[in-house]
C-alpha cells in the first residue's frame, strides 16, 4: 500500500508549517492563509486549518532503551 496524499486538520496552521519544514525540513510543496502540503517522496502531506477542533498532544518517544528524550507536539 502507498499513500499519495494524506490530509490533516490544525487549529494553528503555523505551528505545523515551522515544525514540518523547519524541524523536519520536509520539502514545502505548496500553501495559503489555511493550508500547507509538503513532499514526502512520492506522497503529500496536507494539513488544513479548522478552529473548531480541539487540540490534542502527541508525545513520541525515542526506542532506544538508552535514551530518555521525549518530543511534544
Known sequence: MQI??????TDNI???KDFYGNVLNFALKSESDNFVEFQIQETVLRFKEDKTIQ???LFFK???PKSENQ???
Open 71 to 73: 518530543k511534544s507536539i
Open 4 to 9: 499519495k496524499e494524506l490530509t490533516l486538520y
Open 62 to 64: 525515542n526506542l532506544d
Open 55 to 57: 487540540q490534542i498532544r
Open 14 to 16: 503555523s505551528v505545523i
